[in-house]
């Protein structure tokens, strides 16, 4: 079973309502799929499905090292220091795992702190250290495009089967991302 079947139909054996529809937000570490299901009579059943297989959490990691840790680090000597570059590779790695620790722990703290972490030698041979705070607040900017595609797709989703998100009694968030209270705040505001 796709994960978000999977999660509706353990979800539907404590349901009590019947001939709904429910949506499931799957946004995953690499992609994101949303499913309208339709409960009636005990049976659950897809009745659509879309996603995007190029949208999930590690496009936030992403983005925060670009649009963050990168910035911070300028003022160091790191000449064409970008993701891609084979002579950055390893540093670009820890990078990216402090990114995601980062987005892990906004999920339920209001800022996150780097403090004097060794991430490689500049050109000059000095060490090139990150030491910055990122507030829950940043990270929302970052993530509010990423939200915004897949609020989209979930409309598309809904329009195909002649639904609007009033339609919809209740939505089931699955994926590590969506424990950030944006994912839940955006969602609650744009059914409306």
Do not use: M
């Not at 349901?15 to 995953?28: C, K, S």
């Not at 699955?174 to 424990?179: A, I, L, N, R």
């Amino acid at each position: 079973l796709q994960e978000p079947i999977a999660a509706s139909l353990a979800y539907g054996f404590q349901h009590e309502q019947d001939n709904v529809f429910w949506l499931v937000f799957d946004f995953g570490g690499g992609t994101f799929d949303a499913a309208v299901i339709h409960v009636r009579d005990g049976v659950i059943q897809v009745v659509n499905h879309g996603g995007d297989n190029n949208l999930g959490g590690k496009l936030i990691d992403w983005a925060i090292v670009e649009q963050i840790f990168v910035p911070a680090l300028r003022s160091f000597n790191l000449p064409d220091f970008r993701r891609g570059n084979k002579k950055w590779l390893v540093p670009f790695a820890k990078l990216k795992l402090h990114a995601e620790s980062a987005k892990i722990a906004l999920s339920k703290d209001l800022s996150y702190e780097i403090t004097d972490e060794f991430i490689c030698q500049d050109d000059s041979g000095e060490p090139v250290h990150l030491d910055l705070a990122i507030t829950r607040s940043l990270l929302e900017r970052l993530i509010d495009p990423l939200l915004s595609k897949t609020v989209n797709i979930c409309k598309d989703v809904l329009a195909a089967q002649k639904l609007s998100p009033r339609d919809i009694s209740k939505v089931i968030l699955v994926g590590g991302p969506t424990v950030t209270p944006i994912f839940r705040q955006v969602l609650l505001d744009r059914e409306r």
